[in-house]
């Protein structure tokens, strides 16, 4: 288990925090646990409060966003579901043979898989890093299958939950990944092996918390990819650096506000609990947490189609994508990017405004000569 976890005791603040929380997605609901996708996306996008406290709280996004009449299209078809379990169970099949010869094991009958059944997340996770304490002194190689690790997210554990764990003979710890998308000709489409990687990032930062307190253990800044050879079912590995991804995620997870800031700011009474609130006091309730919403929440959150007709509502940049919000320094909504164009409002020392007056007059030009 992570050792920002503690193994003492819970502390009064965090129980306090807990019971916050709860009353925050509705007592009667089971929390949604954060897994390394959905941390991955927080990373990508630190700056909002909104998902960070609705992930800390394990709101249900899904069901929240079809509550506000934004349902989401965001996530996995049932089909890629059911076709991703059958491949991983292929890749796993007699102890991990197929996987462990796409690690260069001759024997892969030698191979240790121990067991890491626990109850609950925490004793799985306390498991998890004993198995692992344990495969290294043993110095053989030894195959984890779905570990659970534990991660500190603003001032919230999240338990993470990897495909397989392999430990070397040399103490080294290496993250697997196994996705369905089909590796052609050696390479597989590179947004998809982006996200794999991402994903992968986080697996391998929770994994250094474990390996910092365990003798003679390093993890692999580099993770194995396994997908589908040339549209077959036949498994074909792929070593991703992940170094840059890691260096990112880190960073970003630093910055996030912790959860119990961003609680403490609400107002006296705010819920998110679908099955007691209607729609209006749902919209009132998300209306009060800070968003960042930006283009590219649409393939990364649940929320996105309520926080994009909200920005859009507001006539704010966010709408338009993080690299023109910050072309645009101080000007804040469509209108007043527009009015600068025009003349009508801005500093003509701002370079910003500089520049929008410049484009309009070349446009002007421009259909000014196309009309002739």
Same mark, same amino acid.
């Given at each position: 288990?992570?050792?920002?976890?503690?193994?003492?005791?819970?502390?009064?603040?965090?129980?306090?925090?807990?019971?916050?929380?709860? $009353? /925050?997605?509705?007592?009667?609901?089971?929390?949604? @646990?954060? #897994?390394? =996708?959905?941390?991955?996306?927080? !990373? &990508?996008? +630190?700056?909002?409060?909104?998902?960070?406290?609705?992930?800390?709280?394990?709101?249900?996004?899904?069901?929240?966003?079809?509550?506000?009449?934004?349902?989401?299209?965001?996530?996995?078809?049932?089909?890629?579901?059911?076709?991703?379990?059958?491949?991983?169970?292929?890749?796993?099949?007699?102890?991990?043979? $197929? /996987?462990?010869?796409?690690?260069?094991?001759?024997? @892969?009958? #030698?191979? =240790?898989?121990?067991?890491?059944? !626990? &109850?609950? +997340?925490?004793?799985?996770?306390?498991?998890?890093?004993?198995?692992?304490?344990?495969?290294?002194?043993?110095?053989?190689?030894?195959?984890?299958?779905?570990?659970?690790?534990?991660?500190?997210?603003?001032?919230?554990?999240?338990?993470?939950?990897?495909?397989?764990?392999?430990?070397?003979?040399?103490?080294?710890?290496?993250?697997?990944?196994?996705?369905?998308?089909?590796?052609? #000709?050696?390479?597989?489409?590179?947004?998809?092996?982006?996200?794999?990687?991402?994903?992968?990032?986080?697996?391998?930062?929770?994994?250094?918390?474990?390996?910092?307190?365990?003798?003679?253990?390093?993890?692999?800044?580099?993770?194995?990819?396994?997908?589908?050879?040339?549209?077959?079912?036949?498994?074909?590995?792929?070593?991703?650096?992940?170094?840059?991804?890691?260096?990112?995620?880190?960073?970003?997870?630093?910055?996030?506000?912790?959860?119990?800031?961003?609680?403490?700011?609400?107002?006296?009474?705010?819920?998110?609990?679908?099955?007691?609130?209607?729609?209006?006091?749902?919209?009132?309730?998300?209306?009060?947490?800070?968003?960042?919403?930006?283009?590219?929440?649409?393939?990364?959150?649940?929320?996105?189609?309520?926080?994009?007709?909200?920005?859009?509502?507001?006539?704010?940049?966010?709408?338009?994508?993080?690299?023109?919000?910050?072309?645009?320094?101080?000007?804040?909504?469509?209108?007043?990017?527009?009015?600068?164009?025009?003349?009508?409002?801005?500093?003509?020392?701002?370079?910003?405004?500089?520049?929008?007056?410049?484009?309009?007059?070349?446009?002007?030009?421009?259909?000014?000569?196309?009309?002739?």
């Amino acid at each position: 288990m992570s050792e920002s976890l503690g193994s003492g005791p819970v502390r009064r603040p965090q129980t306090t925090l807990r019971h916050q929380l709860a $009353e /925050l997605r509705g007592p009667a609901t089971a929390p949604r @646990p954060l #897994d390394a =996708r959905a941390l991955a996306a927080l !990373a &990508a996008n +630190p700056g909002c409060k909104r998902r960070a406290l609705l992930d800390g709280a394990g709101v249900d996004k899904a069901a929240l966003a079809s509550a506000l009449g934004a349902p989401s299209g965001f996530g996995q078809s049932q089909f890629a579901f059911m076709r991703g379990n059958a491949f991983e169970a292929k890749v796993k099949a007699d102890g991990g043979m $197929e /996987l462990m010869r796409l690690l260069g094991v001759a024997e @892969p009958g #030698d191979v =240790r898989v121990p067991d890491l059944a !626990a &109850a609950g +997340p925490e004793g799985r996770a306390a498991r998890t890093a004993l198995a692992l304490r344990e495969a290294t002194a043993a110095g053989a190689w030894s195959l984890l299958d779905h570990p659970m690790l534990a991660l500190e997210v603003a001032g919230s554990p999240a338990y993470l939950e990897p495909d397989a764990v392999v430990v070397r003979p040399d103490g080294r710890w290496t993250v697997v990944e196994i996705k369905s998308f089909p590796m052609v #000709d050696g390479s597989a489409d590179a947004a998809k092996v982006g996200a794999a990687a991402r994903q992968a990032a986080v697996y391998v930062l929770a994994l250094e918390r474990v390996a910092a307190l365990t003798e003679g253990a390093s993890v692999a800044h580099s993770v194995l990819l396994v997908c589908p050879k040339d549209f077959s079912n036949q498994p074909a590995g792929s070593v991703v650096d992940v170094r840059k991804q890691l260096s990112v995620t880190r960073r970003q997870l630093a910055r996030l506000t912790r959860i119990e800031d961003i609680a403490a700011a609400l107002p006296e009474g705010v819920t998110f609990d679908v099955a007691a609130c209607s729609a209006e006091q749902l919209a009132a309730a998300v209306e009060a947490v800070p968003h960042a919403y930006a283009p590219e929440c649409l393939a990364a959150c649940e929320l996105a189609f309520h926080c994009r007709d909200r920005a859009r509502a507001a006539d704010a940049v966010e709408a338009l994508g993080r690299s023109v919000r910050g072309e645009l320094g101080g000007l804040t909504t469509v209108g007043a990017v527009l009015a600068a164009a025009r003349g009508e409002s801005g500093d003509p020392d701002d370079p910003a405004v500089s520049a929008l007056r410049r484009a309009a007059a070349l446009r002007a030009e421009s259909l000014e000569g196309a009309c002739r």
